[in-house]
């Protein structure tokens, strides 16, 4: 079973528009993280946020989490074409880290 | 650094034959993953290592088994292929535990597995 959840599936913006995804999650987790995959390659780490944080910012990337809903928020700014991909979600907990089934963005120039 | 690096990148299985996917990391991590993603799903655990020589299973282990011999290496075996298992094979490591705030996952190309 997913431990995360993202919404929505799929996201179609202008280049310098804005994005956001969000991620959803069952049970506790120690941290969590967010992942972006091109098409037909690896995934590429893109930030992690401990649970006693609240908001993190990397670049014009900014993640919050909401430990009290078993939410995080993903937000892309200033988007450009080349942020076109999936993005994925990831808690970890213990041994292991679970991944959501990811956002697909495409972003038209 | 070539950091995580995986062979075969195409493989086509008929029913009943079987393969060993290997992969290879340069950056000295003790964790290692394999995953398997299929459309319109995220990425599901198959096995996974904590150290060298060791193993344990993930989300969806039936049908596979790994070995973890040398610290660089992590092997995913498929001993009687089936049609359900035709997926995007991904290997991963990372320097440490899920639980700590240093396990960024580094993931590699990918094997495209195709079971007939």
């Known amino acids: 079973s997913q431990q995360g959840e993202e919404d929505p599936q799929a996201l179609s913006i202008q280049e310098g528009e804005n994005a956001t995804m969000n991620c959803s999650y069952k049970t506790s987790i120690n941290n969590l993280q967010w992942y972006r995959q091109n098409s037909g390659r690896g995934l590429v780490h893109l930030i992690l946020?401990?649970?006693?944080?609240r908001e993190k910012h990397s670049g014009r990337l900014r993640v919050t989490l909401d430990t009290s809903k078993k939410s995080s928020s993903l937000l892309i700014t200033a988007s450009r074409a080349a942020d076109t991909a999936s993005y994925f979600c990831?808690?970890?907990?213990?041994?292991?880290?679970?991944f959501g089934a990811g956002t697909r963005l495409f972003v038209k120039a | 650094n070539a950091g995580v690096t995986q062979t075969p990148k195409f493989r086509v299985l008929k029913t009943g034959q079987s393969m060993t996917l290997l992969c290879a990391q340069d950056?000295?991590?003790?964790?290692m993953y394999w995953y398997r993603q299929d459309p319109g799903m995220g990425l599901r655990l198959i096995h996974y290592s904590v150290g060298e020589g060791t193993t344990a299973k993930g989300e969806v282990p039936d049908g596979y088994n790994v070995s973890r011999l040398k610290k660089q290496n992590f092997l995913l075996g498929l001993e009687s292929a089936a049609p359900s298992q035709t997926s995007v094979y991904f290997c991963?490591?990372?320097?440490?535990?899920?639980?700590?705030?240093?396990?960024?996952?580094?993931f590699g190309p990918g094997t495209r597995l195709t079971v007939l």
């Open positions: 990831a808690t970890a907990g213990g041994f292991k880290t679970i």
């Open positions: 946020i401990r649970s006693n944080e």
């Open positions: 950056m000295n991590h003790e964790y």
């Open positions: 991963a490591s990372s320097p440490d535990s899920p639980a700590s705030s240093y396990n960024e996952q580094f």
